[in-house]
């Protein structure tokens, strides 16, 4: 039982993190941001293992996870 | 912390569970000026992390460079000074024998240490002074709009080799971690890269290692770091990490090349 925090508004939208969830848990966005990218969103259904190689990817740090 | 009322997620569990991952005590929570993708803002993180076990950043100095990474002072909250584009390494020397107690590093990119400051980073090396080197390879100029890097591998397009780079026109790349190995000065040499979340953690552990080299008054040591640049790649993101992978390995094999 696990699960992240995404802050949005830094997010850039490189999808670093989507390619690297072994779990697929990470989605794009279909709005925008304040910087005008697509960001990502966190699907919530508890499988969610915190393994943090999202976290370890983002190059922006907007990722904070809980586990 | 002010993050929560801007995320995206909510659990009513989430008092239960503790937070594993954030922004270390070493960085600043602002938002960094770099492209997507870009690996120093990876690269960064990992430095802030290493101070933050270590407990060394009342002490730590470090010495940004010119390049994508010359704002990096503005993303550590640890003292950084700036140094003339190459020099770096020099001015980390004279740091370092001023204030012998301090930890001291230098962050270059390709175009800093392999370009213009290759004369500093020679002798910086072969004087054995007891400085951390992060250097970051992209193997293309960034800032100044994707030229082509003594790093540029062979074939790769870039903005002045817009047919791929030729060796018989544009000579080879050169591999400046090979060479600073050979130097007598030089204690540790290691190449990694941050294309997936095992490289990152293997980055960090050379990062460690490295700075602990300096704690422990052993010498010189050198982390060369394979970082994507998708903007002047011309790569989305995902697919430059891929590159690093398939292409930029084959001429920059990973692992400790000394120490």
């Not at chain 1, 960001?39 to 990722?63: H, R, Y």
């Not at chain 2, 008092?15 to 960085?27: D, E, G, I, N, W």
């Not at chain 2, 980390?92 to 400051?117: H, M, N, S």
Request: charged share 20%.
């Amino acid at each position: 039982m696990a699960y992240i925090k995404i802050d949005k508004e830094k997010c850039k939208g490189c999808l670093l993190c989507m390619t690297n969830c072994p779990k697929g848990l990470i989605i794009q966005d279909e709005e925008i941001n304040i910087k005008g990218v697509r960001a990502v969103s966190f699907k919530n259904n508890s499988e969610c293992t915190g393994c943090a190689f999202c976290a370890l990817m983002c190059p922006d740090v907007c990722i904070e996870v809980y586990k | 912390m002010k993050i929560t009322n801007k995320t995206s997620s909510t659990n009513q569990t989430s008092k239960a569970l503790r937070k594993v991952f954030s922004l270390p005590a070493s960085m600043r929570d602002v938002a960094m000026h770099y492209c997507s993708g870009c690996g120093h803002g990876i690269i960064h993180r990992l430095i802030c992390e290493v101070i933050d076990e270590l407990e060394i950043r009342e002490k730590t100095i470090g010495v940004a460079p010119v390049g994508c990474a010359v704002l990096a002072y503005d993303y550590w909250n640890f003292d950084t000074t700036e140094a003339s584009h190459g020099r770096p390494p020099a001015v980390a020397t004279g740091i370092k024998r001023i204030l012998p107690e301090r930890i001291v590093f230098t962050y270059q990119g390709d175009g800093d240490l392999a370009a213009i400051g290759t004369a500093e980073i020679i002798h910086t090396a072969n004087r054995g002074e007891n400085i951390t080197v992060i250097f970051v390879n992209n193997a293309v100029y960034g800032m100044t709009g994707g030229q082509m890097a003594p790093t540029t591998i062979l074939g790769q397009k870039t903005e002045t080799t817009p047919w791929g780079r030729d060796a018989q026109r544009d000579g080879f790349p050169l591999k400046i971690s090979e060479m600073l190995a050979l130097l007598s000065g030089v204690v540790y040499v290691e190449r990694t890269a941050v294309n997936n979340a095992k490289n990152v953690l293997l980055t960090k552990k050379a990062i460690k290692k490295a700075f602990l080299n300096q704690i422990e008054n052993k010498g010189f040591s050198l982390v060369e770091i394979l970082s994507p640049c998708p903007t002047y790649w011309r790569m989305s993101p995902v697919e430059a990490v891929k590159w690093i992978e398939t292409e930029m390995v084959k001429y920059y094999p990973l692992g400790v090349i000394k120490g």
